[in-house]
């Protein structure tokens, strides 16, 4: 358990977490804390209050002390500098012809590095700018491209609802905005009327989007049928906020459109059906995720407790199939059609039945360890008046035979 300050470097900017250290402090005052960058300034915006240590992923860093009067007062030097700070930088843009937009100078609050925060449309070349800089401040010299949503912030101004912009004034971070939203509040999809200062999507999109998702969800879709007071008839419009829908029902050769509560619609059979077709294939969804994260879960079990939980039967299956597949890449065993031509010895016939059989090519050959070399090739089938198996058998015996000759 840790004892946790919230604080705030700059005007509604990001709030950042900070251990008290045993610093008593409450919102609005101001603290030295250790932070990434160095030793910084920073007003408290939310007082100590305890939190568990495993909802950070790394050790927050510890507030310094509190802040005096004297660090209050360089913060204040600080912001003057600033303002000169910035005035020089946008002189040495224009003098270098680059394509940037100067929007805010920070100072750091040990004066050991001026930030400069820019807006452009590309990449930008600002070596020698940094050059120029660094020769007339002394100090380290960093330059930050930033995003048009980020100009707004620091800049701030009013809204298209004629209030100060909410960046500038409470939201510390931004959300994702998409045209989609705009789409399901049927607002006028025209940028100039759903874009903020910044020329982005308004963030203001985000904050109802919640709210219009479990409502339409609870109401019938437009163009479907449902069930009324006066009658059934097809849905034509619905107003989320007012949570209305706008039936349009014929009578004869006419047709008029009311509008009732939610309350008082009832849908059809057939939408009713659809509607619980759809909650079922969302539930099957469901299980179905939930069982496939079981059996990811099974897989990690040892084989000791496999045996017990029945995950032994899915580990042989998956073998018989890695086997099966081995199994497929194995040469194919054809029979030879000479495996019936044998081999003998004239000296001694019956001498093959000590030999080996080579499998491949049918033949028989003997084992001769003292006798004399074979000298006559005698073939069983050519002795009982029948045909060779082959010609290559005919060639073989008129080749062996020709070499007793000459011998």
């Not at 059934?232 to 906020?241: C, E, F, K, P, Y």
């Not at 089938?381 to 011998?407: F, N, R, T, V, Y």
Request: hydrophobic letters at 30%; charged letters at 30%.
């Amino acid at each position: 358990m840790a004892t946790i300050i919230g604080v705030q470097f700059q005007k509604n900017g990001k709030l950042f977490y900070f251990d008290s250290n045993g610093l008593e402090v409450k919102p609005g005052d101001y603290v030295v804390v250790d932070t990434a960058r160095g030793i910084d300034l920073g007003e408290v915006v939310m007082g100590s209050r305890d939190a568990d240590d495993c909802n950070w992923h790394s050790p927050l860093k510890k507030a310094v002390r509190i802040a005096t009067e004297q660090d209050v007062q360089r913060g204040r030097e600080n912001r003057e500098k600033e303002k000169e700070a910035f005035a020089i930088c946008q002189k040495k843009i224009v003098e270098h012809k680059l394509e940037m937009k100067l929007v805010s100078v920070e100072y750091t609050f040990d004066n050991s590095k001026v930030l400069f925060f820019f807006t452009a449309n590309g990449r930008v070349d600002f070596r020698s700018l940094v050059k120029d800089l660094a020769s007339i401040f002394k100090m380290r010299i960093e330059l930050r491209q930033i995003g048009v949503r980020d100009e707004a912030k620091m800049l701030g101004g009013l809204g298209p609802c004629g209030r100060p912009i909410c960046c500038g004034t409470f939201l510390d971070t931004f959300q994702p905005v998409s045209i989609k939203m705009a789409k399901e509040q049927n607002l006028s999809l025209n940028p100039t009327k759903i874009s903020g200062v910044c020329g982005r999507l308004m963030c203001c999109l985000k904050y109802e989007q919640e709210h219009y998702e479990n409502t339409r969800k609870r109401m019938p879709r437009i163009g479907r049928e449902a069930v009324t007071p006066d009658g059934t008839g097809t849905v034509t419009d619905l107003n989320i906020v007012k949570e209305t829908v706008f039936v349009r029902l014929t009578n004869g050769d006419t047709s008029e459109i009311r509008e009732y509560p939610l309350e008082k619609i009832a849908r059809t059979g057939e939408e009713r059906q659809r509607s619980e077709n759809l909650r079922k294939a969302e539930k099957a969804e469901a299980d179905q995720n939930g069982n496939e994260e079981k059996e990811n879960a099974a897989i990690f079990v040892s084989e000791g407790d496999a045996a017990e939980s029945g995950v032994t039967g899915k580990r042989k299956d998956r073998k018989r199939n890695r086997d099966r597949k081995n199994e497929l890449g194995k040469p194919v065993r054809r029979e030879n059609p000479n495996r019936n031509i044998t081999i003998t010895s004239a000296a001694n016939p019956d001498e093959h039945s000590a030999g080996f059989e080579n499998k491949q090519t049918g033949f028989s050959s003997a084992k001769h360890s003292d006798g004399p070399i074979p000298e006559t090739v005698t073939e069983p089938a050519a002795e009982s008046g029948e045909k060779s198996a082959s010609p290559w058998a005919d060639a073989l015996q008129k080749a062996m035979q020709a070499i007793s000759s000459e011998k």
